[in-house]
């Protein structure tokens, strides 16, 4: 919150709960600010808020508001109508809501209950008799505050770290022993911490969440180093030098030896809404490297490629990603020119077939009409032939085969066997 006046001026709420904030400040110059949420803070004293002109609503939930007296401050925010101090050390006061009731009339609700016009007729006539109350309750307060801090500056002289850390001389003699003895002496610590009685102060709330950290913070580690050991370390190359074949990402993939166009092409099945950006390709001479999220993809080309002219191309519909390597040792393939058929060369027939179906396309179609002469009859009785001359057709002697006599020269062999 330390730019809120200067970069945020035009807030109308601001949400600050749970933050541990000890002081209400940098809020002053904000004239628009309606509600101002600081539960669960260990703000000690209300102040710093005669600025906020269109201040309607504040919330002090579970602070240590110890100095009643403080609400003074919200005199002159004409606009003021709800305060919420529950959980504060001031609502124990004797007379408590009277006081506050009198303090501010322009206030509507406290602590979520309506303000009624009675009670704050009697406050007012009992006003001076209960402020006078109100601040001998308030110096009990502060120096039985002074005296747990006090206490508390005691407690962290003797032990250094009092949210549960070792000093220098401890951390040290800790590190010298195992990793064994190391978390012994961390779980130790945090149970200590958590069975050890304390006061409900600022300074134990911010232990508290201190604590809580530390311990989230070991978990994580301890996660991290069981993730690296159980981690399997992947090898690329062998130990004799040999590049290994490896898909770590466990995806799908073709490698495809295209040898009309002389070139090894490499089609990787990668995730649709996969970012280009987390995609690394690596062509070598001898083998191809893909890297998807830090999974490596790694394989053993059939033959020798020119990484300088392969490329890689990703598809926008699929997802695929394509690379494109083209080999080093070209084949020259003879090409065989193709025939050319020249219109001098066509037949006459053909000819003049084509004029006759452009002379047909030029006429004009026209419509068979019943009682038109034009049209010849169809005799629809001879369209399907006989059985008799089909079976005619089928009955034809087949042709008869002459005989071949042979030449002079003809020599029968009789190891040779006949001709079927």
């Not at 002469?373 to 042709?399: A, G, Q």
């Amino acid at each position: 919150i330390e730019y809120l006046d200067k970069w945020c001026r035009n807030l109308g709420i601001l949400y600050l709960q749970s933050n541990l904030i000890p002081k209400i400040e940098n809020v002053g110059r904000l004239k628009k600010l309606k509600y101002l949420n600081l539960a669960l803070n260990n703000i000690e004293r209300i102040e710093n808020l005669e600025g906020c002109e269109s201040l309607e609503k504040l919330d002090l939930t579970v602070n240590f508001v110890g100095e009643l007296t403080s609400i003074e401050n919200l005199k002159t925010l004409y606009n003021f109508k709800e305060l919420y101090l529950t959980g504060n050390p001031c609502v124990e006061y004797e007379h408590y809501r009277d006081y506050v009731v009198a303090t501010l009339p322009q206030l509507k609700r406290l602590d979520g209950k309506d303000i009624e016009r009675s009670e704050r007729i009697v406050a007012m006539q009992e006003y001076e008799n209960i402020r006078k109350r109100i601040l001998t309750q308030q110096d009990e307060y502060t120096s039985k505050r002074a005296a747990e801090k006090l206490q508390e500056e005691k407690k962290n002289e003797k032990t250094p770290g009092f949210d549960g850390r070792c000093g220098d001389n401890n951390q040290e003699k800790t590190r010298d022993q195992g990793d064994t003895n190391n978390e012994i002496n961390q779980a130790d610590e945090n149970k200590n911490f958590w069975q050890e009685k304390m006061t409900y102060t600022p300074e134990s709330r911010k232990a508290t969440h201190q604590q809580l950290e530390k311990e989230r913070q070991e978990n994580q580690n301890t996660k991290n180093s069981d993730l690296q050991q159980s981690k399997r370390q992947v090898r690329l190359i062998a130990d004799d030098g040999r590049i290994l074949n490896v898909n770590e990402a466990k995806i799908d993939f073709q490698l495809i030896d295209d040898d009309d166009s002389n070139n090894i092409v490499l089609d990787v099945a990668c995730y649709k809404y996969l970012d280009t950006s987390l995609i690394d390709v690596d062509v070598q001479p001898t083998h191809v490297r893909v890297t998807i999220k830090s999974k490596v993809l790694q394989l053993v080309l059939s033959e020798e490629v020119n990484p300088d002219r392969s490329d890689a191309k990703r598809s926008q519909t699929t997802g695929h990603l394509v690379v494109t390597m083209p080999k080093v040792r070209e084949v020259i393939k003879a090409h065989k020119p193709k025939s050319k058929v020249s219109s001098s060369n066509t037949p006459p027939e053909i000819k003049s077939n084509k004029d006759t179906t452009k002379s047909t396309s030029s006429k004009r179609h026209e419509k068979l009409e019943a009682g038109d002469t034009s049209v010849k009859n169809v005799d629809i009785y001879n369209i399907v032939s006989d059985k008799t001359s089909s079976k005619k057709k089928l009955d034809r002697p087949s042709p008869k085969v002459s005989e071949i006599t042979p030449d002079d020269d003809f020599v029968d062999d009789p190891d040779v066997p006949p001709l079927e």
